[in-house]
């Protein structure tokens, strides 16, 4: 038996061909197990993907309003200089961490020279510093931003703030898992430096879009 | 000619309009019949966006992107009768830098596994019946590479035709077909394996 070419198959899963077509190409399925499988498969597909209920979307035009009415502008803000400065700092002790406690040449690796190479990876006291210094510059640089916001956010739409709230609130709770597990070890103590970074991109993100919402 | 604004029409007489005629207005600067083309594309904008994801105030922050980017470029669009191809590859680039721009921070991905042919794959009806059919899926479509997952949730979710999606993908009409067809035996595997494990 010939088949139906499969994008045919497709066509007529997604209600897509004419109808004297789609008669056709049904009376055929129904005596064929394999396009009939097949078939039963497309539709199967659709239906799951389709009958999922849409996200409400009316709330997110009052960003998009507020965007159209005032571009995107670059404003040189005291609070961009606390960023800048944090990142590099933090830039410096990630140097200087990976520098200090980079691995010495492989070895066989037996029990003992694992667990030596993992008291290797224990903090130099240098890189510790260094990277103390950059979580300070990074919290210095949080709270900069986190007046800026509060500064801003009484003028703020207040569906819009509350958006705002919730993406803070997760950046929070992200950084503070990743300083939960925080010990004297380089790649943990780097990952709380990723974390810093990314809740400061949020805030970043979030004072830029306030700024741009109230001028 | 000026074209009257759709300003202080009732919501029923709005729906009235093609997407042609509120693209007109909307290059012509009437800011009401943007609003009309939000109210009628946001919500499928936002699942592609959640689909891709995969992150609820990534996906509203993207949807917002989409229209931004969209309302700036709206005397670039060449086939207005295309306007849901054109607004799902703006998606698909603020998408794909959210993802690059996560990505810089976290673990490499896991390689993607290339389909297989499920053979004797099980009959789907009992998935549609499954009250963890919502779950199952989520997880089927969480295990495709992203642009394979936008190729086809364009086709089945959204019903684009395989040149909007070449076009909102800027691939080839045949990568189109391939990465669809690899994207939907991939997805038949898990929720067969899901499907098998009911069985037994």
């Given amino acids: ?215 | 000619m000026r074209i009257a604004s759709l300003q202080g029409e009732v919501p029923s007489a709005r729906d009235r309009h093609s997407d042609e005629e509120l693209l007109s207005r909307a290059c012509a600067g009437d800011a009401e019949a943007f609003r009309v083309i939000f109210d009628r594309q946001a919500p499928g904008v936002r699942r592609f966006l959640g689909d891709l994801l995969r992150d609820d105030a990534a996906a509203d922050e993207g949807t917002q992107e989409t229209f931004v980017r969209a309302h700036q470029r709206l005397p670039t669009i060449e086939e207005p009768g295309k306007l849901q191809g054109w607004l799902f590859g703006i998606a698909r680039m603020v998408s794909f830098e959210h993802l690059r721009r996560k990505r810089r921070d976290a673990l490499p991905a896991a390689p993607v596994d290339e389909p297989v042919q499920v053979d004797r794959a099980p009959s789907p009806e009992a998935l549609l019946l499954s009250a963890e059919s919502d779950r199952v899926l989520d997880g089927a479509l969480a295990h495709l590479a992203e642009e394979r997952r936008a190729a086809l949730l364009m086709r089945i979710d959204h019903g684009l035709g395989y040149g909007e999606i070449a076009s909102a993908m800027g691939w080839p009409l045949q990568k189109v077909k391939n990465e669809i067809h690899r994207a939907r035996l991939q997805l038949r595997v898990s929720l067969a394996g899901y499907l098998d494990e009911g069985a037994r």
């Fill in chain 1, 1 to 215: 038996m010939t088949h139906v070419p499969a994008d045919e198959l497709e066509s007529l899963a997604l209600d897509e061909l004419s109808r004297d077509r789609a008669a056709q190409v049904e009376a055929h399925a129904a005596a064929c197990p394999q396009c009939a499988h097949e078939l039963s498969w497309l539709r199967a597909e659709r239906t799951l993907l389709t009958r999922r209920p849409l996200a409400q979307t009316a709330h997110l035009w009052a960003g998009i309003a507020a965007r159209l009415r005032h571009p995107r502008r670059r404003p040189h803000r005291a609070w961009r200089i606390s960023v800048g400065a944090a990142v590099a700092a933090a830039a410096a002790a990630v140097l200087v961490a990976t520098v200090r406690t980079r691995p010495e040449p492989a070895a066989p690796q037996t029990p003992q020279a694992t667990r030596q190479q993992r008291q290797r990876s224990a903090i130099d006291p240098k890189a510790l510093a260094a990277l103390d210094r950059a979580e300070a510059d990074y919290r210095d640089a949080a709270k900069v931003l986190e007046a800026e916001y509060a500064r801003l956010r009484p003028r703020l739409d207040p569906e819009m703030a509350r958006r705002w709230d919730e993406t803070l609130t997760r950046a929070r709770a992200q950084l503070g898992e990743s300083r939960a597990v925080a010990a004297d070890d380089v790649n943990v103590r780097m990952r709380v430096l990723d974390g810093y970074a990314g809740y400061l991109r949020s805030l970043r993100d979030v004072v830029q879009e306030s700024e741009e919402a109230n001028p």
